[in-house]
Each structure stands twice: as structure tokens, then as C-alpha cells.
């Protein structure tokens, strides 16, 4: 398997724009994650789907952050409108169960908003 | 709400020696993650430690639990420059709402000074 797939890698934009992060877990998984990355702040977790149903997405920051799981080899993360403390790094991964396994990070989208 | 914290948050170590990381958790668990990240990359999964207790050991890197403590160590023995990384731990809790929750700590900056 090629693992956890991101795209796009890196991502500019100017602030105001819709951003829209795209992630394909490893097959077979069960539970895929959405994960951002910033100094301040680390790693947090910002929403987790088991069998492409949401579960928790108390860690969103806001309204202008949504995520959806339309099946089980996809999943997108968008800003609407995008902000410059939105610049950060995003990661996603996927488990086949949320605890007694790793989860399996993919390379991340480095987002920079401008 | 669930904190967890790591010490020290940098650490500068001579290659050949030994060094202890230490990830502290707020609230009851038991089930820990430790993950690596090297800079510029992906999380990579290093161990999973499911009870009190448990032990594990790849090559120079020992990680053990005492949930009764909330406490987890990241042993490093005899360093060598190939463990420099940031190091993460990541503690799993059940919610108020019967989910499962993931808080990773701050993370430890590792280098080893030859």
C-alpha cells in the first residue's frame, strides 16, 4: 500500500479564499483523522471519522472549517474564507481501529495563507 | 479537559549517552502513543503501550506506562545522531460522550551532538 496520500503538498493562497485539502487513507482503515500542526499551538486534532461518519469535531476551530468523508478513499478538509492564522501544517492519517494501533500519518499539506 | 505535558521540551545530548523523555497526562488512561517526526516530515509511529505496566523496546528506544502515576517514559540509550527528532506522546481518553479523544503532547526536540 502507498500509505496515507495528501494533496496538495503545499498550498498558497491569499486570505479570503476557499482552500480545499484532499487525503486517501489506507485501504481497509476504518477511522481517518484531520490533524493540524502550528508552533504555538502543536499537533491537535481536529476532527476523526470511523466508517466515514464524523464522530468528533470538537477540535474544529470555527465555521469556516468543514470536512467530509463522501466514502471510505476519501476525505477533504476546506476553509471558507481562508485566514493568515490558518497557516499551518495539516495532516492527515488513518487506523483501522482509534485505539490499540498506530495511526498512520501522511506527508501533510503545508498550508500558507497570505 | 485532558493536558499533557513533556519534559524537557529540548534536549542536547552527546552521542553515547543515556536520557530519559517524560510525557505526563492529566486524567485517567491507559493507553499511550510515542511518535517521531523528523523536521520537515510526517509522524511516525515508534510504540503503543495498552495497560499499566507495559514495556516496550526497539533498538535504543525503550517506552514504558504507569497509568497509576499518568506517567510515560521514552528511554534512549547510548544516542547516536540517527534519534535526532522531535518526539511526541499521545494519550487516548474516552469522552464524557462515549468517544475516544487523542491529546499529543508538546513534544520533545532531540539532538545529539557528536
Redesign the interface.
Known amino acids: 500500500d502507498a500509505g496515507v496520500i495528501q494533496s496538495p503538498r503545499h498550498e498558497v493562497t491569499e486570505m479570503g479564499q476557499e482552500v480545499t485539502l484532499r487525503c486517501k487513507p489506507i485501504s481497509g482503515h476504518d477511522y481517518l483523522?484531520w490533524y493540524r500542526q502550528t508552533m504555538m499551538r502543536?499537533?491537535?486534532?481536529l476532527i476523526y471519522f470511523n466508517n466515514n461518519v464524523p464522530?468528533?469535531d470538537?477540535g474544529m476551530p470555527e465555521d469556516r472549517f468543514s470536512a467530509k468523508m463522501p466514502n471510505a478513499s476519501f476525505s477533504t478538509l476546506k476553509i471558507q474564507p481562508s485566514e493568515p492564522r490558518d497557516s499551518a501544517v495539516y495532516?492527515c492519517?488513518s487506523s483501522w481501529t482509534?485505539?490499540?494501533?498506530?495511526?498512520?500519518?501522511?506527508?501533510?499539506t503545508r498550508l500558507t495563507v497570505t | 479537559e485532558l493536558k499533557v505535558e513533556q519534559n524537557p521540551l529540548f534536549l542536547s545530548m552527546q552521542e553515547g549517552k543515556n536520557y530519559t523523555i517524560y510525557c505526563n497526562y492529566s486524567t485517567t488512561s491507559d493507553r499511550l502513543y510515542w511518535y517521531r517526526q523528523d523536521p520537515g516530515k510526517s509522524l511516525e509511529s515508534l510504540f503503543v503501550l495498552l495497560s499499566n505496566g507495559a514495556v516496550k523496546q526497539e533498538g535504543r528506544l525503550m517506552a514504558s506506562l504507569d497509568t497509576k502515576a499518568r506517567l510515560s517514559t521514552l528511554h534512549i540509550t547510548a544516542a547516536v545522531h540517527d534519534l535526532s527528532a522531535t518526539y511526541f506522546c499521545a494519550v487516548e481518553i474516552t469522552s464524557q460522550f462515549g468517544n475516544e479523544k487523542l491529546t499529543f503532547g508538546t513534544g520533545t526536540r532531540l539532538t545529539i551532538i557528536p
Open positions: 483523522f502543536g499537533l491537535e486534532l464522530i468528533d470538537s495532516f492519517a482509534f485505539g490499540s494501533y498506530e495511526q498512520y500519518f501522511g506527508p501533510g
